[in-house]
Protein backbone atom coordinates (compact mmCIF):
# COMPACT_ATOMS: atom_id res chain seq x y z
CA UNK A 1 0.00 0.00 0.00
CA UNK A 2 1.24 3.79 -0.89
CA UNK A 3 1.64 6.02 1.70
CA UNK A 4 -1.06 8.30 0.89
CA UNK A 5 -3.79 5.51 0.97
CA UNK A 6 -2.41 4.23 4.51
CA UNK A 7 -2.60 7.93 5.72
CA UNK A 8 -6.19 7.67 4.15
CA UNK A 9 -7.17 4.73 5.99
CA UNK A 10 -5.45 6.07 9.01
CA UNK A 11 -7.75 8.85 8.46
CA UNK A 12 -11.55 6.66 8.65
CA UNK A 13 -10.19 4.89 11.09
CA UNK A 14 -9.91 7.69 13.61
CA UNK A 15 -13.03 9.37 11.77
CA UNK A 16 -15.55 6.51 11.51
CA UNK A 17 -18.94 6.58 12.95
CA UNK A 18 -21.35 3.98 13.68
CA UNK A 19 -23.09 2.66 12.13
CA UNK A 20 -19.85 1.38 10.44
CA UNK A 21 -21.09 0.08 7.17
CA UNK A 22 -23.30 2.49 6.23
CA UNK A 23 -20.78 5.37 7.08
CA UNK A 24 -17.73 3.26 5.33
CA UNK A 25 -20.44 2.93 2.12
CA UNK A 26 -21.56 6.86 1.79
CA UNK A 27 -19.66 9.22 3.70
CA UNK A 28 -16.38 7.77 2.98
CA UNK A 29 -17.25 5.58 -0.30
CA UNK A 30 -15.74 2.17 0.24
CA UNK A 31 -15.23 -0.49 -1.59
CA UNK A 32 -16.58 -3.57 0.10
CA UNK A 33 -13.19 -5.17 0.10
CA UNK A 34 -11.57 -2.64 2.03
CA UNK A 35 -14.01 -2.66 4.99
CA UNK A 36 -12.17 -5.59 6.66
CA UNK A 37 -9.15 -3.66 6.39
CA UNK A 38 -10.87 -0.42 8.30
CA UNK A 39 -12.51 -2.95 10.88
CA UNK A 40 -9.47 -4.44 11.60
CA UNK A 41 -7.86 -1.14 13.03
CA UNK A 42 -11.64 0.05 14.53
CA UNK A 43 -11.55 -3.16 16.50
CA UNK A 44 -7.62 -3.51 17.11
CA UNK A 45 -7.50 -7.19 16.00
CA UNK A 46 -7.91 -9.32 12.80
CA UNK A 47 -11.70 -9.71 11.37
CA UNK A 48 -13.94 -11.86 9.20
CA UNK A 49 -16.96 -9.83 7.68
CA UNK A 50 -19.79 -11.96 6.14
CA UNK A 51 -21.72 -9.84 4.21
CA UNK A 52 -25.38 -10.26 3.02
CA UNK A 53 -28.80 -8.34 4.03
CA UNK A 54 -26.58 -8.03 7.63
CA UNK A 55 -23.66 -7.52 8.16
CA UNK A 56 -22.02 -9.17 10.60
CA UNK A 57 -17.73 -9.18 11.88
CA UNK A 58 -16.62 -11.86 13.39
CA UNK A 59 -13.04 -11.76 15.96
CA UNK A 60 -10.49 -13.89 15.26
CA UNK A 61 -12.07 -17.39 17.67
CA UNK A 62 -15.53 -16.95 16.10
CA UNK A 63 -17.00 -14.44 18.24
CA UNK A 64 -19.85 -12.13 16.60
CA UNK A 65 -18.09 -8.68 17.89
CA UNK A 66 -20.65 -6.67 15.35
CA UNK A 67 -23.29 -6.55 13.50
CA UNK A 68 -25.68 -3.81 11.44
CA UNK A 69 -28.31 -3.97 9.34
CA UNK A 70 -29.23 -2.35 6.16
CA UNK A 71 -31.59 0.08 8.26
CA UNK A 72 -28.25 1.09 10.42
CA UNK A 73 -29.61 -0.63 13.20
CA UNK A 74 -26.50 -1.91 15.08
CA UNK A 75 -25.25 -3.88 17.55
CA UNK A 76 -21.51 -4.70 19.20
CA UNK A 77 -20.42 -7.23 21.58
CA UNK A 78 -16.79 -7.63 23.18
CA UNK A 79 -15.68 -11.29 24.86
CA UNK A 80 -13.87 -12.31 27.60
CA UNK A 81 -10.91 -14.59 27.21
CA UNK A 82 -12.65 -17.31 27.61
CA UNK A 83 -15.22 -16.20 24.68
CA UNK A 84 -18.32 -15.58 27.03
CA UNK A 85 -20.22 -12.46 26.15
CA UNK A 86 -19.70 -10.01 28.68
CA UNK A 87 -20.77 -6.78 27.13
CA UNK A 88 -23.45 -5.83 24.41
CA UNK A 89 -24.38 -2.34 23.05
CA UNK A 90 -26.98 -1.58 20.12
CA UNK A 91 -28.38 1.51 18.29
CA UNK A 92 -31.33 2.13 20.39
CA UNK A 93 -29.42 2.63 23.59
CA UNK A 94 -29.70 -0.79 25.52
CA UNK A 95 -26.40 -1.77 27.12
CA UNK A 96 -26.26 -5.37 28.68
CA UNK A 97 -22.94 -5.87 31.02
CA UNK A 98 -22.69 -8.94 31.93
CA UNK A 99 -19.48 -8.82 33.81
Not at 70 to 77: A, E, F, I, L, P
Request: positive net charge.
Amino acid sequence: MNKKYIKYISYIVKDIELPYFKCMRDHYGLKQEEYELVLSKVFNQPVTIKVNSVNHVYDQNGNKIYYETSNGYWSKMEYDTNNNRIYCEDSNGVIRDNR
